[in-house]
């Protein structure tokens, strides 16, 4: 089967599923969005309220800073893929609980599979821990080996960058300005391989 056709069918399923609590408030599921084929999968935390309304990741307060970042390094949004690690919206935006991430991981390991990238991201420390147990601000900025040939490259999450304002040198801001120039030469990388 087409990778394609596999997406639909893991997005079809998120749409019907209620396997945890989540499935009660949400109003739109959110599966992600974007190219099925990038190198490159970013993951988030969870659906805002935004996101929750029009059924697509970081859409919301968060997701037009996340839009600049990726700009500032000459990344296009529409080549990457963008999802988070549970497709519903927590209530009140609270950290989702384990059982719900746990309820909902086969979903995100399922289109890591059809993906197949190089580098996933991981946005901030909920969906760091997702998979690889550690801290996000010891972490960031520095690419880990998971499964195989898959690098795990941590970020700060753009809501914490929308609490902590600062650029100074240092501060979370301007730590993530370098992150994604480190992340955009890696992934200029493995595009000139695949040439
Ligand atoms: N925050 C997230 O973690 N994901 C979104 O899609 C939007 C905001
Ligand atoms: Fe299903 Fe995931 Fe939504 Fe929970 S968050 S209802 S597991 S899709
Ligand atoms: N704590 C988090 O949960 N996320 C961040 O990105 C930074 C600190």
Not at 12 to 25: G, M, P, V, Y
Not at 85 to 96: G, H, I, L, Q
Not at 172 to 185: F, G, M
Request: hydrophobic fraction near 35%.
């Amino acid at each position: 089967m087409k990778d394609e056709d596999l997406m639909k069918i893991i997005e079809e399923r998120i749409s019907h599923c209620t396997a945890c609590d989540l499935s009660k408030t949400r109003t739109k599921v959110v599966p992600g969005e974007g190219n099925i084929h990038s190198p490159i999968v970013f993951v988030g935390e969870g659906p805002g309220e935004d996101e929750d309304l029009s059924g697509r990741p970081f859409v919301g307060r968060a997701g037009q800073l996340f839009d600049k970042i990726l700009e500032s390094a000459g990344f296009v949004r529409k080549d990457l893929y963008i999802t988070n690690v549970v497709k519903c919206r927590p209530p009140d935006n609270r950290v989702p609980h384990q059982e719900e991430i746990l309820a909902c991981s086969h979903f995100l390991m399922a289109q890591i599979a059809v993906i197949n990238p190089k580098i996933i991201v991981p946005l901030g420390s909920t969906a760091l821990n997702f998979f690889i147990n550690g801290s996000i601000s010891e972490m960031r900025g520095k690419f880990f080996d998971w499964k195989g040939e898959i690098k795990i490259f941590p970020m700060f999450h753009p809501s914490y960058l929308l609490r902590n304002q600062s650029k100074a040198p240092g501060s979370p801001k301007a730590l993530t300005w370098d992150d994604i120039r480190i992340l955009k030469k890696a992934y200029d990388e493995i595009k000139e391989k695949m040439k």
